[in-house]
């Protein structure tokens, strides 16, 4: 048994613009902007917006947007052209921040008016219904930091560093002194070798002057007055120079209209910093959205109940789980000893089963066929009140299984290279809608639209039913979400076996909710809306039929 706050769920929608619209049939791998295109903020429509709002998404996360490292030359515009050898793939990664007072010039229709452009996007998803979040990348900056649109009074990154201290309170950057970095990746024989002078510590706090190929060498670690090298020793009074430009770049773009930010790899950045900054902010934004991209989970108090941030990522704990159930590593059961160990953090944890980071659910080294998603998908978007995500294409289930360029043939959908997404292509050409986006469609508005499952509590039957004959907790899993006299009975089967459950009900379900055990309900499946009438009892088990890999919905009228 578990209660969930009354915070109402959301849906957030991940996508890249870069590839979202790009309609290119013939991309080339490890090709530039010129052979492979790329998709625009124009792409996004009000018919396309309108068309994710009706999908079920609340939300949309705008991933890339802010300027980055790239091998494309926008010279022209006047804008900083950054090293080849500190560019990942063509396009770059967009977390590799190189301007963060600008927008990403690959997706502007008129690279001169890319502000207007993006603003005009904000207001256009506003229209359709929808709120904006975007990414804030906090630990670490493109190497070549540079900002060419940064406002009147603004100074970049390390312009005022003492460069001959390794560590000092009010620099931007950490420095290797005496050492001389080297890139480690020469793209091309024309590309001359990029040296600093002295050494900057790496964004993935690799303290060395010659970072490896798997190391984030293209970015620098920013300073938030942490001397990592002295037992990570703080100095927070004053104030650290970092927090303050960094809590004016969060103010600007809230200024112009963004909802919220899915801030990446927030933990290693200070709780202390998240704590200023979150709440200075907030009294002037004080709907506005802080989630954190966060991995330990000793620190999700932290996060949550000194750093002030909404909700964290719940990846190594619920996607982590679901992962190892869907390919037999673990006992559907195993749900019951996940939410349990969050305890009040439970109901703060944003849920996903994809995103820019994981593999494909239909690629082929995981799922391979994206229906097989259905049982975990009913458990992490159902299961309580916490928002839930979904990552472009993946309810179209796209299977991520091209080899782009930088990004190799890994199951995941590139985010250094131009490309099309061949899913998505299809989709906003053709307007053929597969029959897996129906389904995601139909479960997501049944999350938003259900009163049980939007602000409801939530019942576990596992405990109750860990020893039924007609239950196996090996695949079977079931709970009640219940609001204001309806309850709806969600159970899944996680098996490849079709088969007849039969759920025992605890009185202290019954006791919980606060209704009467003796009373015949009228029921609803809800995928199929067929009425029943049944009668949920302490005398018998409710027996339930469902197919492999599925799940049923039953919704209990208790008036």
Request: aromatic share 14%; hydrophobic share 35%.
């Amino acid at each position: 048994m578990v209660t969930s706050s009354l915070k109402e769920k959301f849906l957030i929608y991940q996508v890249l613009p870069r590839l979202f619209g790009n309609t290119n049939e013939n991309c080339i791998p490890n090709s530039s902007l010129a052979v492979n295109g790329s998709g625009k903020f124009n792409d996004f429509d009000i018919k396309t917006l309108h068309s994710l709002k009706e999908l079920g998404c609340t939300h949309i996360w705008f991933t890339g947007v802010i300027e980055h490292a790239t091998k494309t030359d926008y010279t022209k515009y006047g804008i900083f052209k950054d090293h080849q050898s500190l560019v990942k793939g063509e396009a770059g990664s967009p977390y590799a921040i190189k301007d963060y007072f600008d927008v990403d010039p690959d997706l502007a229709s008129d690279v001169n008016i890319r502000i207007s452009e993006f603003t005009d996007l904000i207001n256009r998803t506003h229209e359709a219904g929808l709120k904006v979040i975007m990414d804030f990348v906090p630990n670490h900056v493109a190497r070549a930091y540079y900002s060419d649109k940064k406002p009147s009074g603004v100074e970049d990154f390390g312009t005022k560093d003492k460069s001959d201290y390794s560590f000092h309170p009010m620099n931007n950057y950490y420095y290797l002194l005496n050492e001389y970095y080297k890139s480690p990746v020469i793209t091309n024989s024309e590309t001359q070798e990029y040296t600093e002078y002295p050494s900057k510590v790496t964004g993935n706090d690799c303290f060395s002057s010659h970072p490896g190929i798997n190391d984030w060498y293209e970015t620098v670690k920013l300073n938030y007055g942490v001397d990592y090298k002295n037992n990570s020793q703080s100095y927070f009074n004053p104030v650290p120079d970092t927090w303050k430009k960094m809590r004016a770049i969060l103010d600007y773009w809230l200024n112009l209209g963004v909802d919220g930010f899915r801030c990446d790899m927030a933990e290693m950045v200070p709780v202390e910093f998240w704590r200023w900054t979150i709440r200075n902010l907030k009294r002037n934004y004080p709907e506005a959205l802080f989630i954190a991209e966060i991995y330990k989970p000793d620190q999700y108090s932290d996060y949550l109940n000194i750093a002030g941030f909404d909700y964290l990522y719940d990846k190594v704990g619920l996607y982590d789980t679901l992962r190892k159930i869907l390919i037999g590593e673990a006992p559907a059961s195993s749900i019951t000893k996940l939410w349990q160990s969050l305890g009040e953090n439970q109901s703060k944890m944003l849920n996903f089963l994809e995103n820019h980071d994981e593999q494909r659910i239909a690629s082929e080294y995981f799922l391979r066929n994206p229906y097989l998603i259905i049982p975990a998908l009913a458990v992490s978007l159902l299961f309580n009140t916490t928002p839930f995500m979904i990552y472009f294409g993946q309810e179209l289930g796209e299977r991520g299984m091209d080899e782009e360029g930088f990004s190799g043939l890994d199951g995941r959908t590139t985010i250094f290279d131009y490309w099309s997404v061949s899913s998505v292509r299809k989709w906003r050409q053709d307007n053929k809608v597969p029959l897996i986006r129906n389904t995601y469609k139909k479960l997501l508005n049944t999350a938003l639209n259900e009163q049980a499952i939007r602000v409801g509590q939530t019942y576990d039957l596992g405990y109750a039913n860990d020893k039924s004959v007609f239950f196996n907790p090996e695949y079977h899993f079931a709970f009640f979400r219940y609001f204001n006299n309806e309850l709806i009975l969600i159970v899944v089967n996680f098996s490849s076996n079709d088969g007849t459950l039969k759920i025992n009900i605890p009185k202290h379900c019954f006791d919980f909710f606060k209704v009467s055990d003796q009373i015949t309900y009228i029921g609803v499946d809800i995928i199929t809306e067929e009425i029943l009438r049944e009668q949920l009892s302490l005398s018998f088990p409710y027996s339930v039929s469902i197919q492999a890999n599925n799940i049923r919905m039953i919704k209990f009228s208790l008036q």
